[in-house]
C-alpha cells in the first residue's frame, strides 16, 4: 500500500507520458477510480487516507489540500517529473485504470462517482461534513460493477 499522494502522482506521470494534463478534478477522481478497482479486483487499497462524501461526490481531503492550489486549471506539466514511483504491477494497473478512464473530463469522472447507487450516494447527507465512505462500501461497489460486467454478453 502507498500513500494517496504517491497514488496521484504515479496516474499524473501516466498522464504526462500519455501527452496528457489532468485538473485536480479529473485527478481526485482517478485516484478515487483506481483505489476502488483495486479493492473490487481484491488487489486491496491502493492507499489508506481517509475519502469523505462532499457536496460533489468523494474527496480524498489529503489529496484535496495538495492540488487545490490549481483550482480548475490542469496541474502544470512542470510539477510532474521523473519515473513512477510504485512497483511495476501497481504501475501497469494504474495505466489500465488511466487507459479506461482518462479521456474522461472531471465533470464526467464525478458523475460517475455520484450517482444513485454509489458508494457516496449511500452515504452522503446534505450540509453533514466530515462523513467517511469506508473501503468496505467502496470495495462491495466496485465488485458489483465487475460482476455486472463479467454478465453481459459479448458485444457483436
Not at 17 to 24: D, F, M, N, V, Y
Request: no cysteine; hydrophobic share 40%; net charge negative.
Amino acid at each position: 500500500m502507498y500513500d494517496v499522494i504517491t497514488i496521484a502522482d504515479s496516474i499524473l506521470k501516466i498522464a504526462k507520458k500519455a501527452g496528457k494534463r489532468l485538473t485536480p478534478l479529473q485527478l481526485m477522481k482517478l485516484t478515487y477510480i483506481a483505489h476502488g478497482w483495486s479493492l473490487g479486483l481484491k488487489r486491496g487499497a491502493l492507499f489508506s487516507e481517509r475519502i469523505e462524501a462532499w457536496k460533489y461526490g468523494p474527496v480524498i481531503p489529503d489529496l484535496y489540500h495538495a492540488t487545490k492550489r490549481w483550482g480548475r486549471d490542469p496541474i502544470p506539466l512542470e510539477n510532474i517529473e521523473g519515473a513512477v514511483d510504485v512497483d511495476q504491477d501497481t504501475e501497469d494497473f494504474l495505466e489500465d485504470v488511466f487507459q479506461k478512464y482518462g479521456h474522461m473530463n472531471g465533470i464526467a469522472l464525478s458523475a460517475l462517482t455520484h450517482k444513485p447507487g454509489t458508494p457516496w450516494h449511500d452515504v452522503y447527507e446534505q450540509g453533514v461534513l466530515g462523513i467517511e465512505i469506508p473501503d468496505a462500501l467502496i470495495e462491495k461497489h466496485y465488485e458489483k460493477l465487475l460482476n455486472e460486467r463479467s454478465s453481459r454478453p459479448p458485444a457483436r
